[in-house]
């Protein structure tokens, strides 16, 4: 199955974007390690392609209440910013990421 992934607006949390999570109040903690590649453009991270931004996703048909934090390089945190389509366009990546190698690369 296909992960979709939506971006979690800053300030917002999961039970404020699925109605079947709007009355859970105990949330639980980050778990794993950073990945040491970029999901959107799949470079790794070196001194000079540090991480620049961390985004927030969920999975939109998630039957659980979890978020994923994803850090993404400089150039594909510029292109984030810019919104829209640009900033779908990430997303897009970071699912294909996600869905084509069922994370091997995400540790
Ligand atoms: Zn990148």
Redesign the pocket.
């Known amino acids: 199955m296909s992960i979709r992934l939506e971006a979690l607006p800053r300030g917002k949390r999961i039970q404020h974007m699925l109605e079947a999570f709007r009355d859970v109040r105990e949330w639980s903690t980050p778990v794993g390690q950073p990945c040491r590649v970029?999901p959107?453009?799949?470079?790794a991270f070196t001194a000079a392609r540090k991480p620049r931004l961390t985004i927030c996703l969920y999975p939109s048909l998630t039957p659980v209440p979890v978020a994923f934090l994803y850090r993404?390089?400089g150039?594909?945190a510029h292109t984030y910013r810019k919104g829209g389509r640009h900033k779908q366009g990430v997303i897009d990546a970071i699912e294909r990421f996600l869905n084509d190698d069922e994370g091997e690369n995400h540790a």
Do not use: V
């Open positions: 970029c959107s453009c799949g470079k993404l390089c150039p594909c």
